[in-house]
């Protein structure tokens, strides 16, 4: 857990704030990343805010910008620069630690910020609100085309949850997915599945409606009729 930076006492999960001497702590960079402030702002607008961002460098591999607001401590990723800012500051996870990951979801947002539907620092347009990882029970901002926002203290989280084995959880969610999936698409190509195939179109006995193009529509209800009466 980390600690205030003025009085070093403990932080509460996910919070930038410190509940015995009330100062903002910037933990959501310190401690989890080396970075350089750049002199000129940003021309991307805090959504939270509304005052310009900075641009900051992670130099990881070189040059790595992202922008930081001053006010609230948010951040802002472009597409795939989040999910390489948490691999390079966790490693060597191997196990899921369940329990962990329970209690991070369970804690919640230390700041408990009022939900609300906030704009693109880009394209000043209304940005998703989904849940990082499916489950990490952060629910971070994001606009498909131009990135994601986390709120101060999300990005500590975050790692807190790739540290309890979080993305190893989801990727074995998302292999049983692809497993379940591709055993249905199986049960689909098997005699008899109400998928009633026809060379040049099939009919969907769930949905009511022809697929492909209609050649000889009585012969689809005879097939179907045939079908339901076995």
């Known amino acids: 857990m980390p ?5 070093a006492a403990p932080l509460p999960v996910g919070s930038i704030s410190c509940d015995y001497c009330g100062s903002r702590n910037d933990v959501d960079l310190q401690g989890i990343h080396f970075y350089t402030t750049h002199e000129t702002d940003s021309d991307r607008i805090c959504p939270r805010c509304s005052i310009s961002l900075k641009t900051l460098d992670l130099k990881m591999n070189g040059r790595f910008l992202i922008e930081r607001c001053d006010g609230c401590l948010g951040l802002f990723f472009d597409p795939g620069e ?3 800012v948490l691999e390079a500051s966790v490693s060597n996870v191997f196990e899921i630690n369940r ?3 329970g209690q ?3 804690a919640g947002s230390g700041d408990a910020l009022p939900v ?3 704009k693109c620092p880009v394209c000043s347009q209304i940005m998703n609100r989904v849940n990082f990882g499916a489950r990490s029970g952060v629910v971070v901002d994001r606009c498909r085309e131009h990135g994601i926002w986390l709120d ?3 990005l500590r989280r975050l790692c807190e949850w790739m540290k309890a084995g979080g993305k190893l959880l989801d990727q074995e969610r998302q292999e049983q997915l692809k497993k379940e999936q591709a055993t249905a698409a199986k049960k689909r190509q098997l005699p008899g599945h109400p998928a009633l195939a026809d ?3 099939s009919f969907d006995l769930y949905s009511g409606t022809l697929q ?3 050649p000889d529509l009585l012969a689809i209800i005879v097939k179907a009729i045939r079908f339901l009466a076995k």
């Open 116 to 118: 609300a539907y906030l």
């Open 3 to 7: 600690n205030c930076a003025n009085c």
């Open 104 to 106: 991070l979801n369970r």
């Open 152 to 154: 101060g203290g999300e």
């Open 82 to 84: 989040l999910e390489a």
């Open 212 to 214: 492909k193009e209609d």
């Open 99 to 101: 329990s962990q990951l």
């Open 199 to 201: 060379e040049s179109g």
